[in-house]
Protein backbone atom coordinates (compact mmCIF):
# COMPACT_ATOMS: atom_id res chain seq x y z
CA UNK A 1 0.00 0.00 0.00
CA UNK A 2 1.03 3.55 -0.46
CA UNK A 3 1.04 3.73 3.31
CA UNK A 4 3.86 1.05 4.02
CA UNK A 5 6.00 1.95 1.40
CA UNK A 6 5.82 5.67 2.99
CA UNK A 7 6.90 4.24 6.20
CA UNK A 8 9.29 1.84 4.67
CA UNK A 9 11.03 4.28 3.30
CA UNK A 10 12.08 5.78 7.12
CA UNK A 11 13.82 2.63 8.23
CA UNK A 12 17.01 2.32 7.77
CA UNK A 13 18.36 -0.80 6.00
CA UNK A 14 20.87 -2.26 8.83
CA UNK A 15 17.46 -3.02 10.87
CA UNK A 16 17.65 -6.67 11.25
CA UNK A 17 14.17 -7.03 10.65
CA UNK A 18 12.94 -6.00 6.62
CA UNK A 19 11.83 -2.55 5.87
CA UNK A 20 8.66 -4.01 5.30
CA UNK A 21 7.87 -6.05 8.89
CA UNK A 22 9.53 -3.19 10.43
CA UNK A 23 7.09 -0.45 8.60
CA UNK A 24 4.03 -2.58 9.91
CA UNK A 25 5.09 -2.83 13.05
CA UNK A 26 5.50 0.87 13.22
CA UNK A 27 1.97 1.65 11.84
CA UNK A 28 0.42 -0.49 14.20
CA UNK A 29 2.38 0.94 16.91
CA UNK A 30 1.49 4.47 16.43
CA UNK A 31 -2.10 3.77 15.90
CA UNK A 32 -2.13 1.99 19.18
CA UNK A 33 -0.35 5.12 21.22
CA UNK A 34 -3.49 7.29 19.65
CA UNK A 35 -6.10 5.24 21.21
CA UNK A 36 -4.22 4.93 24.31
CA UNK A 37 -3.58 8.45 24.61
CA UNK A 38 -7.07 10.05 22.93
CA UNK A 39 -9.58 7.16 23.36
CA UNK A 40 -8.93 5.51 26.60
CA UNK A 41 -7.20 8.66 28.56
CA UNK A 42 -8.61 11.20 26.85
CA UNK A 43 -8.93 14.91 28.10
CA UNK A 44 -5.22 15.33 30.23
CA UNK A 45 -4.81 18.93 31.55
CA UNK A 46 -4.51 19.80 35.10
CA UNK A 47 -7.52 20.50 35.71
CA UNK A 48 -7.70 16.48 34.90
CA UNK A 49 -4.93 15.49 37.04
CA UNK A 50 -5.45 11.94 36.89
CA UNK A 51 -5.91 11.36 33.03
CA UNK A 52 -2.85 13.82 33.08
CA UNK A 53 -0.64 11.33 35.45
CA UNK A 54 -2.36 8.53 33.60
CA UNK A 55 -0.68 9.80 30.29
CA UNK A 56 2.89 10.50 32.18
CA UNK A 57 2.52 6.83 33.51
CA UNK A 58 1.90 5.60 29.56
CA UNK A 59 4.81 7.04 28.27
CA UNK A 60 6.80 6.17 31.06
CA UNK A 61 5.93 2.32 30.78
CA UNK A 62 6.57 2.69 27.05
CA UNK A 63 9.91 4.02 27.43
CA UNK A 64 10.99 1.44 29.90
CA UNK A 65 9.42 -1.75 28.33
CA UNK A 66 11.73 -0.25 24.95
CA UNK A 67 14.93 -0.46 27.90
CA UNK A 68 15.30 3.28 28.81
CA UNK A 69 15.75 4.82 31.99
CA UNK A 70 13.32 7.17 32.31
CA UNK A 71 14.31 10.76 34.28
CA UNK A 72 10.86 12.32 36.16
CA UNK A 73 11.80 16.40 35.99
CA UNK A 74 8.95 16.84 38.78
CA UNK A 75 7.37 20.62 39.31
CA UNK A 76 4.03 21.66 40.78
CA UNK A 77 1.24 23.82 39.70
CA UNK A 78 -1.84 24.54 41.58
CA UNK A 79 -1.16 21.88 43.66
CA UNK A 80 -0.72 19.56 41.20
CA UNK A 81 2.68 17.52 40.28
CA UNK A 82 3.70 18.26 37.16
CA UNK A 83 6.16 15.92 34.86
CA UNK A 84 8.05 16.56 31.97
CA UNK A 85 10.18 12.94 31.05
CA UNK A 86 12.93 12.37 29.71
CA UNK A 87 14.95 9.41 28.10
CA UNK A 88 18.36 9.74 26.62
CA UNK A 89 20.31 7.53 23.92
CA UNK A 90 24.05 8.51 24.42
CA UNK A 91 25.72 9.28 21.28
CA UNK A 92 29.59 8.53 20.11
CA UNK A 93 32.05 10.45 18.79
CA UNK A 94 29.78 14.10 18.91
CA UNK A 95 28.54 12.59 22.53
CA UNK A 96 28.12 16.26 24.01
CA UNK A 97 26.30 17.95 21.15
CA UNK A 98 22.59 16.90 21.76
CA UNK A 99 19.77 16.45 19.57
CA UNK A 100 16.19 17.40 21.55
CA UNK A 101 13.13 15.16 20.16
CA UNK A 102 10.60 16.41 22.02
CA UNK A 103 6.22 16.36 21.75
CA UNK A 104 4.08 17.52 24.65
CA UNK A 105 1.21 15.48 25.96
CA UNK A 106 -0.97 17.17 27.75
CA UNK A 107 -4.52 18.49 25.92
CA UNK A 108 -6.82 21.72 25.85
CA UNK A 109 -9.62 21.78 27.95
CA UNK A 110 -12.81 19.75 26.13
CA UNK A 111 -10.77 17.70 23.80
CA UNK A 112 -9.10 14.13 23.71
CA UNK A 113 -6.07 15.25 22.17
CA UNK A 114 -5.74 12.69 19.48
CA UNK A 115 -3.93 15.36 17.07
CA UNK A 116 -2.88 17.66 19.41
CA UNK A 117 -0.89 15.80 20.55
CA UNK A 118 -1.73 12.36 21.16
CA UNK A 119 -0.08 12.13 17.13
CA UNK A 120 3.39 13.95 18.45
CA UNK A 121 3.49 11.69 21.29
CA UNK A 122 2.66 8.80 19.25
CA UNK A 123 5.63 9.52 16.86
CA UNK A 124 7.99 10.12 19.95
CA UNK A 125 7.77 7.17 21.01
CA UNK A 126 8.38 4.91 18.02
CA UNK A 127 11.34 7.15 17.13
CA UNK A 128 12.63 6.16 20.26
CA UNK A 129 12.00 2.44 19.67
CA UNK A 130 13.82 2.98 16.76
CA UNK A 131 16.85 4.50 17.85
CA UNK A 132 16.98 2.07 20.55
CA UNK A 133 18.66 -0.20 18.15
CA UNK A 134 21.09 2.08 16.82
CA UNK A 135 24.36 3.99 17.90
CA UNK A 136 23.86 7.34 16.84
CA UNK A 137 27.19 10.38 16.52
CA UNK A 138 25.51 12.34 18.40
CA UNK A 139 23.24 12.17 21.81
CA UNK A 140 19.59 11.79 21.06
CA UNK A 141 17.12 13.07 23.90
CA UNK A 142 14.13 12.27 23.45
CA UNK A 143 11.14 14.71 25.90
CA UNK A 144 7.64 14.36 26.90
CA UNK A 145 6.42 17.55 27.87
CA UNK A 146 3.52 18.94 30.27
CA UNK A 147 1.31 22.03 30.47
CA UNK A 148 1.88 23.65 26.44
CA UNK A 149 -1.52 24.36 26.10
CA UNK A 150 -3.49 27.21 27.59
CA UNK A 151 -3.25 28.97 30.41
CA UNK A 152 0.52 28.22 30.47
CA UNK A 153 1.78 28.35 27.06
CA UNK A 154 4.32 31.47 26.82
CA UNK A 155 4.21 30.99 30.55
CA UNK A 156 7.18 30.39 33.19
CA UNK A 157 4.99 27.26 33.96
CA UNK A 158 4.79 26.15 30.30
CA UNK A 159 6.79 22.79 30.51
CA UNK A 160 9.12 23.30 27.94
CA UNK A 161 10.00 26.27 28.76
CA UNK A 162 10.43 24.61 32.69
CA UNK A 163 12.82 22.41 30.70
CA UNK A 164 14.77 24.78 28.60
CA UNK A 165 15.55 26.99 31.37
CA UNK A 166 17.23 23.99 33.66
CA UNK A 167 18.69 23.14 30.36
CA UNK A 168 20.82 26.45 30.40
CA UNK A 169 21.58 26.21 33.87
CA UNK A 170 23.32 23.05 33.23
CA UNK A 171 25.11 24.02 30.32
CA UNK A 172 24.17 21.40 27.71
CA UNK A 173 24.95 21.85 24.45
CA UNK A 174 21.29 20.99 22.91
CA UNK A 175 22.36 21.61 19.12
CA UNK A 176 19.23 21.14 17.76
CA UNK A 177 15.32 20.66 18.64
CA UNK A 178 12.61 18.80 16.87
CA UNK A 179 9.48 19.72 17.83
CA UNK A 180 6.49 16.85 17.16
CA UNK A 181 3.16 18.80 16.92
CA UNK A 182 -0.41 18.00 15.51
CA UNK A 183 1.20 16.01 12.82
CA UNK A 184 -2.44 13.81 12.12
CA UNK A 185 -4.38 16.26 10.62
CA UNK A 186 -4.92 16.37 6.69
CA UNK A 187 -7.14 18.41 4.50
CA UNK A 188 -10.24 17.08 2.61
CA UNK A 189 -11.40 20.37 1.21
CA UNK A 190 -11.96 20.62 -1.78
CA UNK A 191 -9.27 22.90 -4.49
CA UNK A 192 -7.07 22.66 -1.40
CA UNK A 193 -3.11 23.26 -1.73
CA UNK A 194 -2.55 21.68 0.99
CA UNK A 195 -1.52 17.58 0.15
CA UNK A 196 -3.72 14.80 2.34
CA UNK A 197 -1.09 13.31 3.67
CA UNK A 198 -1.82 10.21 5.92
CA UNK A 199 -0.63 10.37 9.80
CA UNK A 200 1.88 7.17 8.84
CA UNK A 201 3.59 9.01 6.21
CA UNK A 202 4.06 12.33 8.26
CA UNK A 203 5.57 10.26 10.76
CA UNK A 204 7.64 8.38 8.56
CA UNK A 205 8.79 11.89 6.80
CA UNK A 206 9.39 13.15 10.38
CA UNK A 207 11.74 9.95 11.24
CA UNK A 208 13.53 10.22 8.06
CA UNK A 209 14.28 13.80 8.62
CA UNK A 210 15.96 12.86 12.03
CA UNK A 211 18.30 10.21 10.73
CA UNK A 212 19.84 12.80 8.63
CA UNK A 213 20.11 15.82 10.69
CA UNK A 214 23.40 16.65 11.92
CA UNK A 215 25.45 13.37 10.45
CA UNK A 216 23.84 11.71 13.60
CA UNK A 217 25.29 7.92 12.85
CA UNK A 218 29.11 6.91 12.96
Not at 38 to 47: K, L, S, T, V
Not at 83 to 93: C, F, M, P, V, W
Not at 160 to 180: F, H, K, P, T
Amino acid sequence: TVVSHAASDCVPSFWGRSMETEAQASMQNLRAHVEQLAGEIGERNIYHPRALQAAASYIECQWEQQGYVVERLAYEVSGVRCLNLEITRSGGARQPEILLIGAHYDTVMGSPGANDNASGVSALLEMSRLFASVAPALTVRFVAFVNEEAPFFTSGQQGSMVYAEAARRRGENIRLMASLETIGWYCVTLHSNVRMRSFTQVAAAYLRIIFKLSALFA
